[in-house]
Nanobody
Framework: VQLVESGGGLVQPGGSLRLSCAAS????????MSWYRQGPGKARELVAT????GSSTNYAGRFTISRDNAKNTVSLQMNSLKPEDTAVYYC?????????WGQGTQVTVSS
């Protein structure tokens, strides 16, 4: 099983980034996919989730999660970024029986 995040980096406040997570080794379409983040000195928090059926919930209003079951990828479009969005962003795949995590990608919002 692999979840490989990409797309992080340094961006100025007000900018945008698109994170991607490439999944392999499991039946992607059956899993709920989520993005979490962990800022410096903070607990890991849920940012957005999308069910296997494609129903999404975004906990940060400026972010949008999407998935492509044909490509086994899940993405997070982040707009109007703020310094407080600085964190390591993690991709998560889960069912009632399994829970997988990626290694994370760093997003730094700074001028």
């Amino acid at each position: 099983v692999q979840l490989v995040e990409s797309g992080g980096g340094l961006v100025q406040p007000g900018g945008s980034l698109r994170l991607s997570c490439a999944a392999s080794g499991f039946t992607f379409s059956r899993y709920t996919m989520s993005w979490y983040r962990q800022g410096p000195g903070k607990a890991r928090e849920l940012v957005a989730t999308i069910s296997s059926a494609g129903s999404s919930t975004n906990y940060a209003g400026r972010f949008t999660i999407s998935r492509d079951n044909a490509k086994n990828t899940v993405s997070l479009q982040m707009n109007s970024l703020k310094p407080e969005d600085t964190a390591v962003y993690y991709c998560n795949a889960r069912t009632s029986s399994y829970d997988y995590w990626g290694q994370g990608t760093q997003v730094t919002v700074s001028s």
